[in-house]
């Protein structure tokens, strides 16, 4: 059975870092396309990052690009994202998917 936990959420300043992470079970994560998402209160879900099996290729939306990156872990088979230089504008409930399942999501709030 395939699931997807995030955790590593919380309360972190403008300009802090926070790292997130996403376990799986039911399928290795580095054989599998994984993606970071994100919603906003009132907002619908938006694209963060995402990440390539094998080889683990990135590619980012914009606003995070140079302050977000991701690490996986093939032991614990885990996929990371970490989180620098965060911004209000960041703040959101972020959620990894793989192959059309979806986490609990983790929130993130970004404040002084």
């Known amino acids: 059975q395939v699931r997807l936990v995030e955790s590593g959420g919380g309360l972190v300043q403008p300009g802090g870092s926070l790292r997130l992470s996403c376990a799986a079970s039911?399928?290795?994560?580095?054989?599998?396309?994984m993606q970071w998402y994100r919603q906003r209160n009132g907002e619908e879900r938006e694209w963060v990052a995402s990440v390539s099996p094998f080889g683990g290729a990135t590619t980012w939306l914009d606003s995070v690009k140079g302050r977000f990156s991701i690490s996986r872990d093939n032991i614990m088979n885990t996929i990371d994202l970490q989180m620098n230089s965060v911004k209000p504008e960041d703040t959101a409930t972020y959620y990894c998917?793989?192959?059309?399942?979806w986490g609990q999501g983790t929130q993130v709030t970004v404040s002084p």
């Open positions: 039911g399928f290795l994560l580095n054989t599998a396309a």
């Open positions: 998917t793989s192959q059309g399942y």
